[in-house]
């Protein structure tokens, strides 16, 4: 099992989580296509000089972009209407606390606000369902 859950602290609120639970409100499009962050660094080198040729002043990892795939699907309109707004504002913290969870291990970031873009296929709406794709910025562990 895959679960992505959104820390909603800040809000006075329980996590949102998003699963590959075909019958949850917030369902990975693709669960296989989560990939775990990988950071890579930031390298600050001195100017060439004859001595040394190039040497290593400072070395800081950098923030990834994580995509993502939802479908949300409520009950009834009004419904899904609230999931989807639940999910904006979830996304909408200025920063929060985000878990990857696969297999029973779980692993939180510090991940920064961003913005779903919303699509629906023919016959969704009919359905309750939207599909939101979401880049999640995420800080690297110690940033």
């Known amino acids: 099992m895959i679960s992505f859950s959104i ?3 800040t809000l006075s609120l329980s ?4 699963s590959d639970d075909p019958a949850g409100a917030y369902v990975f499009d693709d669960a296989d296509d989560i990939p775990r962050p990988s950071f890579d660094y930031v390298r600050s080198y001195a100017p060439d000089s004859q001595i040394f040729r190039r040497e290593l ?10 995509p993502m795939g ?3 699907q409520g009950t009834s309109a009004a419904d899904f209407e609230a999931k989807k707004l639940a999910l904006d504002v979830a ?5 929060w606390d985000g878990t990857l969870t696969h297999d029973g291990q779980a692993t939180t ?3 920064e606000v961003c913005a ?6 023919s016959g969704m709406l009919r359905q ?7 880049t999640v910025p995420i800080n690297p562990p110690g940033a």
């Open 70 to 72: 939802v479908k949300v």
């Open 7 to 9: 820390a909603r602290i």
């Open 128 to 134: 309750h369902m939207a599909k939101a794709t979401i």
């Open 91 to 95: 996304l909408s913290q200025f920063v």
């Open 15 to 18: 996590p949102l989580v998003i």
């Open 109 to 111: 970031y510090e991940c």
């Open 116 to 121: 779903p873009a919303w699509s629906q296929d």
């Open 57 to 66: 002043l400072r070395a800081k990892r950098e923030a990834v972009d994580v």
